[in-house]
Structure formats: structure tokens, C-alpha cells
């Protein structure tokens, strides 16, 4: 089955310092790949995706996430965190036939520590 | 760039009535539409697909007569909670997507249904 999964559920990192978010995921082939925000009671934004080409892809606000087909990983990272990037991280992906949905994982909260 | 307007942003019913909520795709033909649930501190659950002039495809364990799609034009479609509980309060969220854009999904801004 597809599935996407997001290991850590929490994460608390002081700002100024860089951070990384875990994402893995299981599809038959290779899927289309995205990270969303979310700040609370509000809607997604999408940080950044991946369809094909270069596996190291540059998002909005400073984030970068790496496609490793060998561990089915695409993992956000961003080298240093502001107050603001406090928020809730989700990874997905969609893939298939062209109106493939997009499957979510179960989300990382990110705390900012002063 | 592609925006889907979703309304209401938020909705307080009493328990036994029926709430609609609409998505609409102001500059692109919607030939897709998705609907997600989120409960508060969870993943969004696709609850359902629909094209456009097609019935809705359900996802396992979501009920086709609680929650009705429809989707009659490309840039309209609406999720309507029929027998509303407090059980069903949730956030709601649609997402567009247009034939040709290779896997441009948009998404609305979210639904905060509250039932008393």
C-alpha cells in the first residue's frame, strides 16, 4: 500500500540553528513529491515538490529538500530557523495516473526554542 | 497562480442539520477535486475524489450519504454534511487540480466545521 510516513511527530531546535525533517515513503514507483505548511487553523502552503531532474530541490523560505531514491527519503532541511518557521511540517505524495491524489504523512510540529 | 476560494471559513451548526461548503477555482478548471479531513493534531485523511460530472470516488470508511460531493462544473464543488453531529466537527479542506498541469494540486484555505 502507499504510504508516507513522517517519523518524528516533535521537534524542538533553537533558531539560528539548521534543522532537518524526516520523510519516507513506500509507492511502487518513484512518486511525485511535496512539503507543505501549516501554521495553526490555517491552510497549506506549499514549501517545495519534486517531479523529476535534479534530486536536491529549492523551496520558498529558504528550504531544501533531497530526493534519495535508495532510501526513499525526501528530506527538508533548511540551515537556519527563524521564530517564525514555527509551525506544522507535512510531507506527501502523489503518483499513478494522472489524477493520482495526494497522500499526506502524519505531520511534524516544529517548536522554535529562543 | 492558481487560487481555489473556499467558503465558509468557519461554520457553527446545531447537531441534525446540514452544512454546505464550497470550493471554487477562480482562474483554472478544476477538472479534479479533493476532499481531506484533518482532526485537530492529525494528517489530512482524503475522504473523497470527484471529477467533474462524475460521481465522487469514497475513500474506505467514509460515508457517501453523510458527506455529499458534488461537482457539476469545472469551477465549482461542494461538500455537504448531511445530519451534522458533534462527531463531525473537523477542519475541511479541498484541493484542485487541472487537467494538463503536471500534478499542480491547489488548495483551498480550510473549513473549521464546529457542531453543538
Known amino acids: 500500500a502507499q504510504s508516507v510516513t513522517q517519523p518524528d511527530i516533535h521537534i524542538t531546535v533553537s533558531e539560528g540553528a539548521s534543522l532537518e525533517l524526516r520523510c519516507n515513503y513506500s509507492?511502487?514507483?518513484?512518486?511525485?513529491l511535496f512539503w507543505y505548511v501549516q501554521s495553526p487553523g490555517q491552510g497549506l502552503q506549499l514549501l517545495l515538490k519534486?517531479?523529476?531532474?535534479?534530486?536536491l530541490v529549492q523551496g520558498i523560505k529558504g528550504f531544501e529538500a533531497e530526493f534519495k531514491r535508495s532510501q526513499s527519503s525526501f528530506n527538508l532541511r533548511k540551515p537556519s530557523v527563524h521564530w517564525s518557521d514555527a509551525a506544522e511540517y507535512f510531507c506527501?505524495?502523489?503518483?499513478?495516473?494522472?489524477?493520482?491524489?495526494?497522500?499526506f504523512g502524519s505531520g511534524t510540529r516544529l517548536s522554535i526554542r529562543p | 497562480g492558481a487560487v481555489v476560494s473556499q467558503h465558509p471559513s468557519w461554520v457553527i451548526c446545531k447537531s441534525g442539520t446540514s452544512v454546505k461548503i464550497e470550493c471554487r477555482s477562480l482562474?483554472?478548471?478544476?477538472?479534479?477535486m479533493f476532499w481531506y479531513r484533518q482532526f485537530p493534531k492529525q494528517s489530512l485523511m482524503l475522504m473523497a475524489t470527484?471529477?467533474?460530472?462524475?460521481?465522487?470516488?469514497?475513500e474506505q470508511g467514509v460515508e457517501k450519504d453523510k458527506f455529499l460531493i458534488n461537482h457539476a462544473s469545472l469551477t465549482l464543488s461542494t461538500l455537504t454534511v448531511t445530519s451534522a453531529h458533534p462527531e463531525d466537527s473537523s477542519f475541511y479542506i479541498c484541493?484542485?487540480?487541472?487537467?494538463?498541469?503536471?500534478?499542480?494540486?491547489?488548495f483551498g484555505s480550510g473549513t473549521r466545521l464546529t457542531v453543538v
Open positions: 484541493s484542485a487540480r487541472e487537467a494538463g498541469r503536471n500534478y499542480g494540486y491547489t
Open positions: 509507492y511502487g514507483a518513484t512518486p511525485y
Open positions: 519534486y517531479f523529476s531532474g535534479d534530486t
Open positions: 506527501a505524495a502523489a503518483g499513478g495516473s494522472s489524477a493520482s491524489k495526494i497522500i
Open positions: 482562474d483554472f478548471q478544476a477538472t479534479t
Open positions: 470527484s471529477n467533474e460530472g462524475s460521481k465522487a470516488t469514497y
